[in-house]
């Protein structure tokens, strides 16, 4: 969640500008500085150090590295002084990335290494967010793997974390790990169903749920369930959510064989898993069971992160290494056919998140075992598209 929201009609832009990916034409366009912010000058970025591409989509884009040699960066989260607080999975360590910058990129910090992570398979430092409140509060929450389970923490950076959630199921595998504020200032996090297919039906567990809390990792007052966590239950793995101007939340899900999807999510709403890997096809699991709003094969998709900018949602793929934008419409309904943007070019894309200037930020995970890295792996990459800022025409 970024520290403060960036002017409605550079959001407006941006939404234009991904919405109609296809139809730019990419002679004679250049990639230049941002406008000025409302505060004056700027921001200050590297240099863009891969030459300007024609993305899957035929938008021509500018990629920025602002950050390399890292080891799988699975969460981003803006701080207020337009830094982002980077986890990186393995290594249990938490980053700053900028704001300052040096001859490699944005400056990298090291915060603090979490001693209480174990990261095991798909487990360790996941996700992160910031508090709404952090000028004054200070507080950063994170998503991690212990020897025995997945569990919500808050800290001051520096200091040793407090967990508020605790006894969410743990396993190689699918252990969710997302973590962003909602529009309604409570907290939610997505969890995997640990390979165990039946706690994702399973309403007194934790596991293949979206969870809805207070700061204090109570359950937030709303929730469709009484006295529980749980926003909604029958996931598979979700690893990235989303908001829209309307408030409405939308996740990305991996399949197991066949199907990925892209839900919008509504309170106390069943999405299937295991009895429904995609779409129900019709007949009496469309009623008991929410039909997703897009699917994709395995192997084109596969996506972790997600990130809304305007009425675009992208989502940032692993195994189908590529951007999808999905351009959605007033109601919440997708219109026209989802778009691919720099399949290919980077490899394994994990977390995206739409920055304060209204770029877009999103991350390699090439060092997680299941591809060869490049030489700079893993990357932190600023997207802009023609004219400079993203979405500027």
């Not at 109609?20 to 970025?45: H, I, Y």
């Not at 950050?67 to 337009?82: E, K, T, Y």
């Not at 938490?94 to 095991?120: M, R, W, Y």
């Not at 101007?245 to 199907?259: C, M």
Request: proline share 8%.
């Amino acid at each position: 969640m970024s520290a403060r929201p960036y002017p409605r009609l550079r959001r407006r832009r941006a939404a234009v500008a991904l919405a109609a990916a296809a139809a730019f034409v990419t002679s004679g366009c250049s990639f230049g500085e941002p406008e000025p912010d409302p505060a004056g000058e700027p921001p200050s970025f590297p240099t863009p150090s891969v030459t300007p591409t024609q993305g899957g989509s035929g938008q021509q884009v500018a990629a920025t590295v602002l950050a390399s040699g890292l080891r799988i960066p699975w969460g981003i989260a803006f701080l207020p002084d337009g830094g982002a607080l980077v986890t990186e999975r393995d290594t249990a360590k938490i980053l700053k990335v900028g704001p300052e910058s040096d001859t490699n990129g944005l400056k990298i910090t090291t915060v603090q290494t979490l001693d209480e992570v174990d990261a095991d398979g798909e487990g360790g430092l996941l996700g992160i967010t910031v508090s709404p409140a952090y000028q004054q509060d200070k507080t950063v929450f994170v998503y991690y793997s212990t020897t025995e389970d997945n569990r919500i923490a808050k800290l001051t950076l520096g200091a040793e974390p407090a967990p508020i959630v605790t006894g969410i199921p743990l396993s190689g595998i699918h252990n969710g790990g997302r973590l962003a504020f909602g529009p309604d200032g409570h907290l939610y996090a997505t969890t995997g169903d640990a390979s165990e297919r039946g706690l994702a039906q399973d309403l007194k567990s934790l596991g293949g749920k979206i969870l809805r809390m207070t700061p204090d990792g109570k359950p937030a007052p709303g929730n469709p369930f009484p006295n529980s966590l749980i926003w909604s239950y029958g996931h598979r793995n979700v690893q990235g959510i989303a908001w829209d101007d309307s408030k409405r939340l939308y996740a990305t899900e991996f399949g197991q064989n066949r199907w990925d999807e892209i839900n919008r999510i509504e309170p106390g709403r069943n999405y299937g898993w295991p009895e429904v890997e995609g779409t129900s096809g019709g007949g009496a699991d469309a009623e008991e069971y929410a039909e997703p709003l897009v699917t994709w094969t395995t192997a084109e998709a596969s996506c972790s992160g997600a990130a809304m900018i305007e009425r675009v949602l992208v989502a940032a793929c692993l195994r189908g290494e590529r951007l999808w934008l999905v351009e959605l419409t007033a109601a919440g309904t997708v219109l026209g056919q989802p778009r691919p943007l720099l399949v290919g070019e980077y490899g394994r894309l994990r977390a995206v998140v739409a920055a304060p200037d209204g770029s877009l930020w999103f991350s390699t995970s090439n060092h997680d075992g299941k591809r060869d890295p490049a030489p700079e792996d893993d990357r932190i990459f600023r997207l802009v598209f023609s004219g400079g800022t993203a979405g500027k025409s």
